[in-house]
């Protein structure tokens, strides 16, 4: 769940004044607030693959591709933590 008084992204934006996320700019695998839960797990797992197919395509621009890499991995690491948590019963 996200205050808006306390919002990374807002900051990140230079919008601290702001009263609501900003649309599209959301990424919870980067925000010390966020919470995941196992309905979340297909979708970082769908984000994790679609992330793949851009960067193994010879068309996308090695510069695009190297800033892709890291959104890849952070997808990766929550899909990865809560199959970890549901296969433990913490999720």
Same mark, same amino acid.
């Given at each position: 769940?996200?205050?808006?008084?306390?919002?990374?992204?807002?900051?990140?934006?230079?919008?601290?004044?702001?009263?609501?996320?900003?649309?599209?700019?959301?990424?919870?695998? !980067?925000?010390?607030?966020?919470?995941?839960?196992?309905?979340?797990?297909?979708?970082?797992?769908?984000?994790?693959?679609?992330?793949?197919?851009?960067?193994?395509?010879?068309?996308?621009?090695?510069?695009?591709?190297? !800033?892709?890499?890291?959104?890849?991995? !952070?997808?990766?690491?929550?899909?990865?933590?809560?199959?970890?948590?549901?296969?433990?019963?913490?999720?």
């Amino acid at each position: 769940m996200c205050w808006p008084s306390v919002l990374v992204v807002l900051r990140l934006a230079a919008t601290p004044k702001a009263t609501k996320p900003l649309v599209g700019m959301c990424d919870s695998a !980067r925000c010390p607030q966020a919470t995941h839960h196992p309905c979340h797990q297909p979708v970082r797992a769908g984000r994790a693959a679609s992330l793949t197919v851009f960067i193994e395509s010879p068309r996308v621009p090695r510069g695009e591709r190297q !800033r892709l890499i890291p959104e890849r991995e !952070r997808a990766l690491r929550v899909a990865t933590d809560l199959d970890a948590a549901m296969s433990e019963g913490k999720a």
